[in-house]
């Protein structure tokens, strides 16, 4: 399945762990590129600062 969108064509470092569980395995990707580079204000973790990005950007910078 491709799906374009804001991050296609980007390229990412991942670290790729497969831990066996009892009954179960688990594939977890964890993304070493820094979030806080590309954040979300659409769906923060902050309201202030999500707000402040997207009303000022260079003072949030």
């Known amino acids: ?4 969108g804001l991050y296609d ?5 991942i670290r790729v ?3 066996m569980l009892i009954l179960t395995s688990l594939l ?3 993304f070493l590129s820094q979030l806080l580079l590309t ?3 659409s769906d923060p973790l902050s309201g202030d ?3 402040l990005m ?4 260079k003072l949030y910078d």
């Open 54 to 57: 997207m009303k000022d950007r």
């Open 28 to 30: 977890l990707l964890v």
């Open 49 to 51: 600062a999500a707000s």
């Open 39 to 41: 954040p979300n204000p």
């Open 1 to 4: 399945m491709v799906v374009a």
């Open 9 to 13: 064509g980007g390229v990412w470092k």
């Open 17 to 19: 762990e497969h831990l």
